[in-house]
């Protein structure tokens, strides 16, 4: 099993950065493919990036490429997305999530899910 907790998110101008960081208990977690997704207001949860569990491939959805970039540390067993030129419609609550198998983009592929952590950009 694994637990995820997020950090890093609150409030910044349009333009700024963020890095948001997960970190995940256990010893397995160079087991898994890990993936950010986020949710705004009134919209559902949508997949941002992701990695596979050697950190050797990423996937990021068109609207944050250029911008975002996910990556990882296994021996720390941390995630982290770098968040830059952010604008307010980043606007979300983050969410790690961790994937044993399946299409990386695909929420039921994700076992394991953190709690999430804002972020707010304004305008």
């Known amino acids: 099993q694994v637990q995820l907790v997020e950090s890093g998110g609150g409030l910044v101008q349009a333009g700024g950065s963020l890095r948001l960081t997960c970190a995940a208990s256990g010893r397995t977690f160079s087991m898994y493919a890990m993936g950010w997704f986020r949710q705004a207001p009134g919209k559902e949860r949508e997949f941002a990036a992701a990695?596979?569990?050697?950190?050797?491939?990423?996937y990021h959805i068109d609207s944050v490429k250029g911008r975002f970039s996910i990556s990882r540390d296994n021996g720390e067993n941390t995630l982290y997305l770098q968040m830059n030129s952010l604008k307010p419609e980043d606007t979300a609550v983050y969410y790690c999530a961790a994937s044993r198998g399946g299409y990386y983009r695909d929420i039921q592929s994700y076992e394991y899910w953190g709690q999430g952590t804002q972020v707010t950009v304004s305008s």
């Open positions: 990695i596979t569990w050697s950190g050797g491939t990423t």
